[in-house]
């Protein structure tokens, strides 16, 4: 990366969650602090140790009615109606016209665990069982719809798999090689099977009694993390694309580091070296030094080890500046999205960046002693932003840490 001589700019942002539809009311709810985790109505998760989600709204489909013909509709997925929604949104805000651009340097790069055909997933028959299991799908319907003919693909690295995904398409625009990437990616492990399987791993949070309260990273009483669902769009374009079109342009992407822990499927290297290492990476390859960075996007799952080594990380790499540095999880509030989480907390990131905003991290009513950074609890705050960090760390050990940078056309 430190060849590149294209600077890669976010052009267009897109969000589905549990807090809303699309980018403006997410973004609006989450600087109100508000919650979107619910007791799960999807399928009866009465016999369950969690029961409770952060679930998109039920007034998606009504919405998703607006951008999907009936006809491929039946052969999506609600996961896969999700990225789709979002991804055709985030182009249309953004004012792109690909009738003016060279459809063969655009690309859809994505970050997708699975399709999202479980158990809960309705309407799946034998006519459309193996195009709606088709995790891949979620970018070729993409590229179809808008004519791409450049690079189409998903990317699986479990928590981590949108991130990685966006930090392949700067490269692909850093490089020379494409002049516009749709990246991000969707995800939905609100079902039953997946969600026992968690409860077996002691992974989620049991705090049914009161949902909103549920997800509370760095907290001394955090008991797991809260599963989430929707999607992230981040499109990605070259500064010379972006200027031709005159683009209203959110942030830079200025840089990235991916990395793989190569110690255990579950836990995290002790005392955060894994996650140190990929944020010191990150800062080398996007020619940004710790004394830059005004706010930490925290991978922030609310599980006791997680919080404590990333915390322990930020230390690390931050030094004595660590404690006077923004730090938050909005997974407080939208819960753990999995595959979409890097896209979703990319692009609220660029939101930050661009507004001087940092979204809060609710119910740290008592933090944990061990973990004194500022963690920004209970309420939103106007900060200068110059540099930001996104951190995603994911089972496997697959981390990735993304730079995003305040964009101005003297750089």
């Given at each position: 990366?430190?060849?590149?001589?294209?600077?890669?700019?976010?052009?267009?942002?897109?969000?589905?969650?549990?807090?809303?539809?699309?980018?403006?009311?997410?973004?609006?709810n989450?600087?109100?602090?508000?919650?979107?985790?619910?007791?799960?109505?999807?399928?009866?998760?009465?016999k369950?140790?969690?029961?409770?989600?952060?679930?998109?709204s039920?007034?998606?489909?009504?919405?998703?009615?607006?951008?999907?013909?009936?006809?491929?509709?039946?052969?999506?997925?609600?996961?896969?109606?999700?990225?789709?929604?979002?991804?055709?949104?985030a182009?249309?805000?953004?004012?792109?016209?690909?009738?003016?651009?060279?459809?063969?340097?655009?690309?859809?790069?994505?970050?997708?665990?699975?399709?999202?055909?479980?158990?809960?997933?309705?309407?799946?028959?034998?006519?459309?069982?193996?195009?709606?299991?088709?995790?891949?799908?979620?970018?070729?319907?993409?590229?179809?719809?808008?004519?791409?003919?450049?690079?189409n693909?998903?990317?699986?690295?479990?928590?981590?798999?949108?991130?990685?995904?966006?930090?392949?398409?700067?490269?692909?625009?850093?490089?020379?090689?494409?002049?516009?990437?749709?990246?991000?990616?969707?995800?939905?492990?609100?079902?039953?099977?997946?969600?026992?399987?968690?409860?077996?791993?002691?992974?989620?949070?049991?705090?049914?009694?009161?949902?909103?309260?549920?997800?509370?990273?760095?907290?001394?009483?955090?008991?797991?993390?809260?599963?989430?669902?929707g999607?992230?769009?981040?499109?990605?374009?070259?500064?010379?694309?972006?200027?031709?079109?005159?683009a209203?342009?959110?942030?830079?992407?200025?840089?990235y580091?991916?990395?793989?822990?190569?110690?255990?499927?579950?836990?995290?290297?002790?005392?955060?070296?894994g996650?140190?290492?990929?944020?010191?990476?990150?800062?080398?390859?996007s020619?940004?030094?710790?004394?830059?960075?005004?706010?930490?996007?925290?991978?922030?799952?609310?599980?006791?080890?997680?919080?404590?080594?990333?915390?322990?990380?930020?230390?690390?790499?931050?030094?004595?500046?660590?404690?006077?540095?923004?730090?938050?999880?909005?997974?407080s509030?939208?819960?753990?999205?999995?595959?979409?989480?890097?896209?979703?907390?990319?692009?609220?990131?660029?939101?930050?960046?661009?507004?001087?905003?940092?979204?809060?991290?609710?119910?740290?009513?008592?933090?944990?002693?061990?973990?004194?950074?500022?963690?920004?609890?209970?309420?939103?705050?106007?900060?200068v932003?110059?540099?930001?960090?996104?951190?995603?760390?994911?089972?496997?050990?697959?981390?990735?840490?993304?730079?995003l940078?305040?964009?101005?056309?003297?750089?």
């Amino acid at each position: 990366m430190s060849e590149k001589n294209h600077k890669v700019l976010v052009t267009g942002l897109g969000i589905i969650s549990a807090l809303g539809l699309d980018l403006a009311e997410n973004w609006a709810n989450l600087c109100a602090g508000k919650s979107g985790i619910r007791e799960i109505t999807l399928f009866d998760a009465s016999k369950l140790q969690t029961r409770i989600a952060a679930q998109v709204s039920g007034s998606f489909e009504e919405y998703a009615k607006e951008y999907c013909k009936k006809r491929i509709s039946h052969q999506m997925t609600r996961v896969t109606r999700f990225c789709y929604v979002c991804a055709l949104d985030a182009v249309a805000r953004s004012g792109i016209d690909f009738d003016a651009f060279d459809r063969s340097r655009c690309g859809v790069i994505l970050g997708a665990v699975t399709s999202g055909n479980s158990t809960a997933e309705q309407g799946t028959t034998a006519k459309n069982r193996i195009i709606k299991g088709m995790s891949n799908s979620m970018s070729a319907w993409i590229s179809m719809h808008f004519g791409l003919e450049g690079p189409n693909f998903v990317v699986n690295t479990a928590c981590a798999s949108s991130a990685y995904a966006m930090s392949l398409a700067h490269d692909l625009i850093a490089s020379g090689r494409a002049d516009l990437v749709i990246a991000g990616g969707a995800d939905s492990t609100i079902n039953y099977e997946e969600i026992e399987g968690f409860n077996e791993l002691y992974a989620l949070s049991t705090f049914n009694e009161d949902p909103v309260r549920a997800s509370r990273p760095f907290s001394a009483e955090r008991d797991g993390f809260v599963i989430g669902e929707g999607a992230g769009i981040v499109i990605l374009e070259s500064e010379k694309s972006a200027i031709r079109r005159k683009a209203d342009v959110y942030a830079e992407f200025a840089g990235y580091a991916l990395t793989s822990e190569a110690y255990n499927i579950m836990s995290p290297k002790k005392d955060g070296e894994g996650m140190a290492k990929t944020m010191r990476l990150a800062l080398g390859n996007s020619g940004t030094s710790p004394e830059d960075i005004d706010y930490i996007n925290a991978h922030g799952t609310s599980t006791t080890l997680n919080d404590k080594y990333e915390t322990m990380a930020i230390r690390e790499v931050f030094g004595s500046r660590a404690g006077s540095i923004p730090v938050s999880s909005v997974k407080s509030m939208i819960g753990h999205t999995i595959g979409a989480a890097g896209a979703i907390e990319a692009a609220i990131t660029s939101m930050s960046v661009r507004n001087d905003m940092v979204a809060p991290t609710m119910n740290l009513e008592r933090r944990d002693p061990e973990l004194d950074l500022d963690f920004v609890p209970e309420k939103a705050r106007r900060h200068v932003i110059r540099n930001a960090i996104s951190n995603s760390f994911a089972f496997g050990g697959h981390n990735a840490t993304i730079v995003l940078r305040k964009y101005t056309a003297q750089d």
